[in-house]
Antibody, heavy 120, light 112 residues
């Protein structure tokens, strides 16, 4: 059974760096084809794809946010970490991590999401 | 980036209705391998999205057969053959042909 869960601060101040951790079980990020991505959703708005890391450490970022994002994995801990610098109130959103298999379903398993509010 | 445009943004319908949601990609998301990299998701308030359909027309395991997807290239549809009370939600399409794996803006399906 695949599960994912996001963790991190619920409140960050403008200009601070956000660090979110996705802890998963039921799969290994060292298995060929496996990836974990981050997606966010501002309140009442649409989903926005942020970043993705694959089993081979290939990393992909949203072009509009690439200068602010870093995604890393710790295969031994079954974790993926997303860092976002220069937080702004417009970054207030629910942040999700999700599992995918390259060339298959896209995001087939999602975490419950974590709401991050950016406010001074 | 590939832009995904859904229509309509809001759809009012009744239980038992047949409804169709359209998603258009700004460029083809079908590959020479004859696969089409499009997924449909259902999202209910306060919940994570749930995948319904992948590769444009393949129904995810456990998803009711009243849901179907079709299309290729740049034009896609999600059809619900007979709306059930549990189907009132927001639906998103997503292309995963090339990164960034963009989503449509969503279609909110409301009870008429």
């Amino acid at each position: 059974q695949i599960t994912l869960k996001e963790s991190g601060p619920t409140l960050v101040k403008p200009t601070q760096t956000l660090t979110l951790t996705c802890t998963f079980s039921g799969f290994s990020l060292s298995t060929s084809g496996v990836g974990v991505g981050w997606i966010r959703q501002p309140p009442g708005k649409a989903l926005e794809w942020l970043a993705l890391i694959y089993w081979d450490d290939d990393k992909r970022y949203s072009p509009s946010l690439t200068s602010r994002l870093t995604i890393t994995k710790d295969t031994s801990k079954n974790q993926v970490v997303l860092r976002m610098t220069g937080m702004d109130p417009v970054d207030t959103a629910t942040y999700y991590c999700a599992h995918l298999i390259y060339g298959d379903r896209s995001f087939d398993y999602w975490g419950q999401g974590t709401l991050v509010t950016v406010s001074s | 980036d590939i832009q995904m445009t859904q229509s309509p943004s809001t759809l009012s319908a009744s239980v038992g209705d047949r409804v169709t949601i359209t998603c258009r990609a700004s460029q083809s998301i079908s590959s020479w391998l004859s696969s089409t990299w499009l997924a449909w998701y259902q999202q209910k308030p306060g919940k994570a999205p749930k995948i319904l359909i992948y590769k444009a027309s393949t129904l995810e395991s456990g998803v009711p057969s009243r849901f179907s997807g079709s299309g290729s290239g740049t034009e896609f549809t999600l059809t619900i053959s007979s709306l059930q009370p549990d189907d009132f939600a927001t639906y998103y399409c997503q292309q995963y042909h090339s990164d960034p794996y963009t989503f449509g803006q969503g279609t909110k399906l409301e009870i008429k």
